[in-house]
């Protein structure tokens, strides 16, 4: 992970695309969510979705596998480079998840995340709260999720707090 | 067994949900498939980190929410699905062997203005581990038929 000085409002990573598969689908929702119209086929055709489709929970646990794979991709990069690596702490939470269409078997989800915002931590002194803004679109280019989710990123310095003490409290 | 429909949900009610112990071997199972961060699947790593030891992710935390909150009464309810997660925050880390429990508050009922087949019931889901610590709490909205079109 970079520091959090060196983050930047408005990247953006792509995170890359997950196809799923109906045993993907089923597996998932059998253990977290097994709503007829997660597991069943002939009961989904029945439901109001119409066919077999992926717990809201299963797509936004593939987001957050591919935004593990990424960041550790990038941690490989900075490594060879010989550049250090900040630490990446957990997550406080996220707002505002809208599961925008149904994710069926079969459909690619390509997923990407942008930084948002970013400011130090009021409670984690040398530690910065990022917030980040992630999508995933189907092959047809539909927006099926959007959300934004917050994460503590390592600062190479503890700031000064008076920034921090007019943030809002950390979630 | 008797289906709970959109006009059976009133704010203010309370429905309990669990228990579920969280087993080493699931926490890392999930981590390694959805999360591989090293503090979610490995001692040494978690007691290195901000979690202070092994933790399960957030996200194995709020996929058993959801399952026992079907186990509780999703399951038979006239669930039409749910268009989103209005917010959740992850408060304490979920250790091996936590037990966790819940509930889930009404906070709202509000039949759809577009759809006279079905209605929108916001809920609070509060989950605990064993010592009785928040640490999971979501909102969200669920949508479900009507017994009766409005």
């Known amino acids: 992970m970079r520091y959090f000085e060196d983050l930047t409002v408005g990247t953006v990573w792509p995170l890359g695309t997950h196809t799923f598969t109906a045993e993907d689908i089923k597996r998932f929702a059998t253990a977290f969510d097994p709503q007829p119209f997660h597991v069943d086929e002939a009961a989904a055709e029945r439901s109001h979705f119409g066919r077999l489709c992926a717990s809201g929970w299963h797509t936004v646990s593939i987001w957050m596998r591919l935004n593990v794979l990424n960041m550790q991709r990038m941690a490989q990069e900075m490594q060879a480079a010989g550049e250090p690596l900040a630490r990446k702490g957990p997550s406080p939470g996220f707002e505002d998840l809208k599961w925008l269409k149904p994710v069926h078997a079969g459909d690619a989800v390509t997923y990407e995340t942008e930084i948002a915002a970013r400011r130090p931590s009021r409670s984690r002194p040398g530690w910065g709260l990022v917030t980040l803004r992630n999508s995933g679109r189907n092959q047809r280019g539909e927006l099926v999720l959007t959300f934004q989710s917050h994460v503590f990123v390592e600062m190479r310095a503890a700031e000064p707090t008076a920034e921090a003490d007019e943030a809002l409290a950390d979630q | ?150």
């Open chain 2, 1 to 150: 067994m008797s289906v709970l429909h959109f006009e059976d949900f009133e704010t203010g009610q309370v429905y309990p949900f669990g228990p579920h112990a969280m087993s080493r071997p699931e926490i890392i199972a999930f981590a390694a498939e959805f999360d591989p961060q090293p503090f979610h699947m490995d001692e040494a790593a978690g007691a290195e980190s901000l979690l202070g030891g092994l933790g399960a992710s957030g996200w194995h935390t709020a996929a058993v929410m959801m399952r026992m909150i079907h186990s509780a009464f999703l399951h038979r309810t006239a669930s039409m699905g749910g268009p989103g997660i209005d917010s959740l925050k992850w408060l304490r880390p979920v250790r091996p062997g936590d037990v966790l429990s819940g509930r889930s508050i009404v906070i709202e009922a509000r039949p759809s203005a577009s759809r006279p087949d079905r209605g929108f019931v916001r809920f609070r889901n509060e989950v605990v581990n064993g010592r009785g610590e928040l640490v999971l709490v979501v909102e969200n909205p669920i949508i479900i038929e009507r017994r009766t079109a409005g």
